[in-house]
């Protein structure tokens, strides 16, 4: 996990540049019993509404919940996205995500400043675009008490690219600067079929400032 800003206060975690959390722990022997909190014969495992990982009381690890919606034009893969994270089935043909779809992702980690474990209870908001148009109190919903907003485009859809200033526009208002925002390109995997360049990337990131 990356980001631009951080502090630890409050629940809240944040960093100045670069990884605060250590890479591979997760796979050392101090970090796999926490692995096996989230798995299920070796598979992850979905977690219901009041479920959360269970740890013996000597590897206790406080809970940092971050609320992260998901913004993007139809199409774009936000649904795909969420089930990857989540370790669960992506769906193999696209369906239009009728209302809001929240999914809990459970990620231990051990940020490098603290040098202590702690659990991620990542809550993401997936809304479908038509949806969003169509019924004015969902974006309300999907905003309400985020940490962060997640916008995606397609690199196979220019559109959905040229679309993301307006998204943010649209999504983000003048007095909600509070939000964490990050871009995030889809089906990459597709590149032989790319509308976007990295130079496209590079050149948006310049204007406006977000990775």
């Not at 014969?41 to 406080?62: D, H, I, M, T, Y």
């Not at 696209?94 to 209870?121: D, M, N, Y």
């Not at 109190?137 to 679309?163: G, N, Q, V």
């Amino acid at each position: 996990a990356r980001w631009k800003r951080a502090e630890v206060s409050g629940g809240r975690m944040a960093a100045q540049g670069g990884s605060v959390l250590e890479p591979g722990w997760l796979l050392s022997p101090s970090g796999r019993p926490y692995l096996d909190s989230i798995l299920q014969k070796n598979q992850r495992r979905v977690f219901g509404l009041l479920e959360r990982p269970v740890l013996p009381p000597s590897l206790a690890a406080p809970t940092l919940t971050y609320k992260l919606f998901l913004s993007g034009k139809s199409g774009v893969g936000k649904t795909a996205l969420v089930a990857a994270l989540a370790g669960t089935p992506v769906p193999p043909t696209h369906h239009e995500t009728l209302g809001i779809e929240a999914t809990t992702v459970f990620w231990p980690a051990k940020p490098r400043a603290s040098g202590c474990p702690v659990i991620f209870q990542l809550q993401f908001w997936d809304c479908g675009d038509g949806a969003l148009k169509k019924f004015e109190h969902l974006l309300p919903a999907c905003k309400e008490e985020a940490d962060a907003i997640l916008f995606l485009f397609s690199f196979i859809d220019r559109s959905s690219f040229e679309e993301l200033p307006a998204l943010m526009s649209r999504v983000v208002g003048p007095e909600e600067e509070k939000f964490v925002r990050v871009v995030v390109g889809t089906k990459f995997d597709l590149c032989p079929q790319a509308d976007v360049t990295e130079e496209d990337v590079t050149a948006f990131e310049g204007a406006w400032g977000l990775r």
